[in-house]
Structure formats: structure tokens, C-alpha cells
């Protein structure tokens, strides 16, 4: 009696098991409602975690109080598949459980708190094509560590990456003319910046509490415009610009007493690969073993974005 009791949990609990995975199955339309009532764009999401969202345009604005279609099922990877244009507001507010997300090159914009708390997230690559990123897009990412910015970018939102704590290095692209407040925020392992030659302003408190930032390099021979935006960062940082000069004469000075020359003209970009040169040194003139993606080495005489 007792062997078909345990019989019949074991099949019972086997039966609840595969109940659990299938019910992981769901689809739907989530887009924008105001174009053919949202079903342009549809979304899947498959017994193994995967929610695939598919077809033409923009995927629908959502809130903050669990209104995403998606809300209430357990997923782990994202894929956008080519075709979508934008990711709307809210659309993965604080989901955790997010490893991975694959964006197309069709995709433009990313919406204000798209990704807001998504601490399972570790890297993102984002596309060619991609031209904005909202206020606290990616706000509270705790676990994100490398992003890849393109060249398309023009608009980073307020706060989009503040308390990325575990973000080390950055590379802003020529492309992206003004920083906005709180961007990179209280990102406390954050330890080099590299700012492209167009950057004219940064705002308020955007590398405010950046308390591990030891190097940044802004390539603009004119200083951008400041408005407390390096406070509490470490007392050791360096500066790295064009025209030391200038820069000592701007109010870069009451955030950074160490500022360096460097020729934007001879920095060049590098592939790091496993044919990694034999030495290369920091731009305070020390032996790196272990460059960083982003930051900027002397290799063999030459002035290089790793």
C-alpha cells in the first residue's frame, strides 16, 4: 500500500512539474494600441524562459503598477526580433530575472524605465541603429557590468544607468552631445570614463558618487559646461583632455586637480583579442596586464581606446 502511495506522488508531482512548465507558455499583442489596436507587434514566451517579441513597430508604453502583458509570468531572456522600432516606458520594470537581452537593428529608441531594476542583466550590446535611451532606462542595474554604446546614440535620459554599482568602465561616442542629470549616478565601481569630442554640457550630479572613478578622458578641446556633476568622486582622479589649459581655467578644476595632456588626433581605436601586445601601460605610465574594454592605453607609443 504504501509503495502505490509513493507511486502516485511521484506521478502526481511529475504531473504538477510539467503543469508548472507549460503553464510558462504565453502569447499575446503588445503594440502600440493606437495602430491596429496593437497587434502589429506580438510577443511569445516559450517553456525554456525565452519571451520573443515580433513584428512591425513600436512595442506598447506600460506603468509602473504591473501592466505589462507579460507581468505575472517567469522569464529570463529577451529577444526583439528586427522589425521593432522602440521599447516602450516600462516595459520589464524591475524583472529581476532577465539575463540576457538581444536587441535588433531596427530599434531606435528605448523608453523611459524600459529596464529599470533588471539586476539579473550583466552586459547589453546595443545596436547600430539605436538613437535615444530614456530617463532610468536601465536605472537600478546592479548586476550590469560592460555596455556597448553605438555610434548612432545621440540622447542618454536623466538617470537611464544611475546605481549601475557594478558598471566599471564607459565609452561615449562622438555622436552624444550633452550627458544629462544623475546618468551614471552612484555607480560606485565605475573606474574609467572616455567622452567623445562632441559632449558641450554635463549636467547635474551625472557622475555624482562615483567614488571609485580614477580616469576620465573628455576629448572636447573646449570644456563642456559643468553643474556639480563630478561631486564625490575620488580625490585622485585624473583628468585626461586636449588642452590642459583650458581646462584648468574651467570649472573642471574644483573636481579634478590632477589633469593631463592628451592628442586626441593620435588616439586610436584597438581590437582586443587573444594577440594582446607584449606591454602596455596606463596613461600614468604603469604596467597593465589586464586592459579594460573603453579605457585608454599607450601601446607601443601609440594612444589607443582598448
Known amino acids: 500500500m504504501k509503495m502505490k502511495q509513493r507511486l502516485l506522488a511521484i506521478v502526481c508531482a511529475l504531473f504538477a512539474m510539467q503543469t508548472m512548465v507549460w503553464a510558462q ?9 493606437s495602430v491596429n489596436e496593437g497587434k502589429d507587434v506580438k510577443w511569445e514566451l516559450s517553456a525554456d524562459g525565452v519571451l520573443t517579441i515580433s513584428g512591425v513597430g513600436a512595442v506598447k508604453n506600460c506603468t509602473w503598477d504591473s501592466s505589462a502583458p507579460w507581468t505575472g509570468y517567469q522569464f529570463t531572456s529577451v529577444v526583439v526580433k528586427e522589425g521593432i522600432t522602440k521599447i516602450g516606458l516600462a516595459a520589464f520594470y ?3 530575472g532577465i539575463t540576457s537581452i538581444t536587441l535588433p537593428n531596427s530599434l531606435t529608441s528605448i523608453g523611459s524605465s524600459a529596464f529599470f531594476g533588471c539586476s539579473g542583466l550583466t552586459g547589453i550590446t ?10 532610468s532606462a536601465f536605472a537600478e542595474c546592479s548586476g550590469l557590468t560592460s555596455i556597448t554604446f553605438p555610434n548612432s546614440l545621440t ?20 555622436s552624444v552631445t550633452s550627458i544629462g542629470e544623475s ?24 557622475f555624482k558618487g562615483c567614488s571609485s572613478l580614477s580616469f576620465v578622458t573628455c576629448l572636447n578641446p573646449v570644456p563642456p559646461t559643468l553643474d556639480n556633476s563630478f561631486d564625490d568622486i575620488s580625490e585622485n582622479a ?24 592628451i592628442d586626441p588626433n593620435e588616439i586610436r581605436g584597438i581590437k582586443a583579442d587573444k594577440n594582446i601586445p607584449a606591454i602596455i601601460h596606463d596613461l600614468g ?13 599607450i601601446v607601443d607609443g601609440k594612444t589607443v581606446v582598448w
Not at 546595443?126 to 530617463?135: H, K, V
Not at 605610465?285 to 592605453?297: A, D, H, M, N, S
Open 25 to 33: 507558455e504565453a502569447s499575446g499583442y503588445c503594440g502600440d494600441p
Open 94 to 96: 524591475y524583472s529581476p
Open 126 to 135: 546595443f545596436p547600430d541603429s539605436l538613437m535615444s535611451i530614456g530617463e
Open 155 to 174: 540622447s542618454i535620459g536623466n538617470g537611464a544607468f544611475n546605481t549601475c554599482t557594478s558598471l566599471t568602465s564607459i565609452t561615449l561616442p562622438n
Open 183 to 206: 546618468v551614471f549616478s552612484r555607480c560606485s565601481g565605475l573606474t574609467s570614463v572616455t567622452m567623445g569630442n562632441s559632449v558641450t554640457n554635463i549636467r547635474s550630479g551625472a
Open 238 to 261: 585624473t583628468l585626461y583632455v586636449p588642452d590642459v589649459e583650458a581646462y584648468k581655467a574651467s570649472d573642471w578644476a574644483q573636481f579634478f586637480t590632477k589633469i593631463e595632456q
Open 285 to 297: 605610465g604603469r604596467r597593465v596586464t589586464e586592459p579594460v574594454k573603453g579605457r585608454i592605453y
